[in-house]
């Protein structure tokens, strides 16, 4: 299963309301999560289940989708925010992760 | 605290092997999935293999099925990925992360990761 994210980058400024997408190759239900990256640290995971916010993530991230097309909102952009995101689908095996989204500032 | 710690990897020539490691401690190592994800320079993630809670269930990306093998020793809590006749391709950071759970679909998805261990693959 192919995972397309766009934009594969994009500039924002802080408290700017921001949204990826990811578009699955073929339907996958709710079987998406999001993570955030940083270099040189773990990514971090931040949505699972398309919508469900991990415990400790801030409410300003938000997930939405199903099927073949989800999204991954930030409402008001943060300093701490800025990072490469990825989506990934475990449907099925192999799993894998959309191509990545860099924020960066403007 | 939990903590995954990586370690392993370095410079090898193509063909070559190497094996990871991935020490696990601060939780219930043998509860849950692990899984091997990796990273090559200035590129996305790329999952690469899947380890069942059972210690039993094995899944690989196709780019290394035949050439990698996951593995755990649950006495010394480390998850291990042996990797053999190592490509150009293979040249990446490589992390350790831990499933949410032991089941489908808990196990799928990271919630813990290793800071990961850098393997180089050149001649």
């Known amino acids: 299963i192919q995972l397309t994210q766009s934009p594969s980058s994009l500039s924002a400024s802080v408290g700017d309301r921001v949204t990826i997408t990811c578009r699955a190759s073929q339907g996958i239900g709710s079987n998406l999560a999001w993570y955030q990256h940083k270099p040189g640290k773990a990514p971090n995971l931040l949505i699972y289940a398309a919508s469900t916010l991990l415990s400790g993530v801030p409410s300003r991230f938000s997930g939405s989708g199903s099927g073949t097309d989800f999204t991954l909102t930030i409402s008001s952009l943060q300093p701490e925010d800025f990072a490469t995101y990825y989506c990934q689908q475990f449907h099925n095996f192999p799993l894998t992760f959309g191509g990545g989204t860099k924020v960066e500032i403007k | 605290e939990l903590q995954l710690l990586e370690s392993g990897g370095g410079f090898v020539q193509p063909g070559g092997s190497l094996r990871l490691s991935c020490a696990a401690s601060g939780f219930t190592f043998s509860s849950y999935a692990m899984s091997w994800v990796r990273q090559a320079p200035g590129k996305g993630l790329e999952w690469v293999s899947l380890?069942?809670?059972?210690?039993?269930?094995?899944y690989y990306a196709d780019s290394v099925k035949g050439r990698f093998t996951i593995s755990r020793d649950v006495s010394k809590t480390t998850l291990y990925l042996q990797i053999n006749n190592l490509k150009d391709d293979d040249t990446a950071v490589y992390y350790c992360a831990r499933g949410r759970g032991a089941r489908y679909p808990e196990s799928r998805t990271f919630d813990y990761w290793g800071q990961g261990t850098l393997v180089t693959v050149s001649s």
């Open positions: 380890l069942g809670s059972g210690g039993g269930d094995t």
